[in-house]
């Protein structure tokens, strides 16, 4: 079992439209969570980062679920501008012990 | 700007040719990694370095060197490139490791072929 899976997609959904997609962790200690996004072929770059209470910016959503293992991001209200690919990325252990693990992303495409 | 760079951008080598990745950041960051990505598997750390001569394997470093001598520059090395490290790699940065909910800044990535 990969210890951060995200379901690959393609997710393909009308403008304007609400999509939300999962990431799930296997490590129960896991500290820091975040959202990157990365377009093709481009470098991933921080979306947001998931705060136990959940947290929103703008038209996005991250959720943390610790009982059940997972994060979520909600997109509304959907751009063109939105299509890319969406990493969850979890971080466990500090210092030399630390480890950071990307999950394979998720494909979003968003149709006119 | 605040920025990652690295060279070169795209390079095909054969196998057993050494060749060094350079990566540098201009943003006085404690904390730098370098990471592979490959199709369906993600993007996996290589080697990280907390600070100035500290460097730690990752999750897949066999066949990789680094070195930090400078807090700004943190070159891979392949001392003996191999057909299964023909990847697409990122080196990045951030002012703390990321498991403090530190942001990682990306550079735009190397392109390598190894045939």
């Known amino acids: 079992r990969k210890e951060v899976e995200q379901d690959p997609g393609p997710f393909n959904v009308p403008e304007g439209a609400t999509v939300a997609f999962n990431c799930t962790y296997s490590?129960?200690?896991?500290?820091?969570f975040f959202w990157y996004r990365q377009d093709c072929r481009k470098e991933p770059k921080l979306l947001m980062s998931v705060y136990s209470s959940g947290n929103e910016d703008g038209r996005f959503t991250a959720q943390l679920n610790r009982a059940s293992q997972y994060i979520s991001l909600l997109i509304r209200d959907s751009k063109l501008s939105d299509s890319a690919t969406y990493l969850c990325?979890?971080?466990?252990?500090?210092?030399?012990?630390?480890?950071?693990?990307f999950g394979s992303g998720t494909r979003l495409s968003i149709r006119p | 700007e605040a920025q990652v760079t690295q060279n070169p951008r795209y390079l095909i080598t054969v196998t057993g040719k050494k060749l060094t990745v350079t990566c540098s950041q201009n943003m006085n960051h404690e904390y730098m990694s370098w990471y592979r990505q490959d199709p369906g598997l993600g993007l996996r750390q290589i080697y990280y370095?907390?600070?100035?001569?500290?460097?730690d394997k990752g999750d897949v470093p066999e066949g990789y060197k680094v070195s930090r001598k400078e807090k700004r520059n943190f070159p891979l090395i392949l001392e003996s490139p191999s057909p299964n490290q023909t990847s697409l790699y990122f080196c990045?940065?951030?002012?703390?490791?990321?498991?403090?909910?530190?942001?990682?800044?990306f550079g735009p990535g190397t392109r390598l072929t190894v045939t």
């Open positions: 990045a940065s951030s002012p703390m490791p990321p498991e403090i909910s530190y942001e990682q800044y």
């Open positions: 990325v979890v971080t466990s252990g500090y210092s030399s012990a630390s480890k950071i693990i």
């Open positions: 370095s907390m600070n100035v001569e500290v460097t």
């Open positions: 490590n129960s200690a896991s500290q820091s």
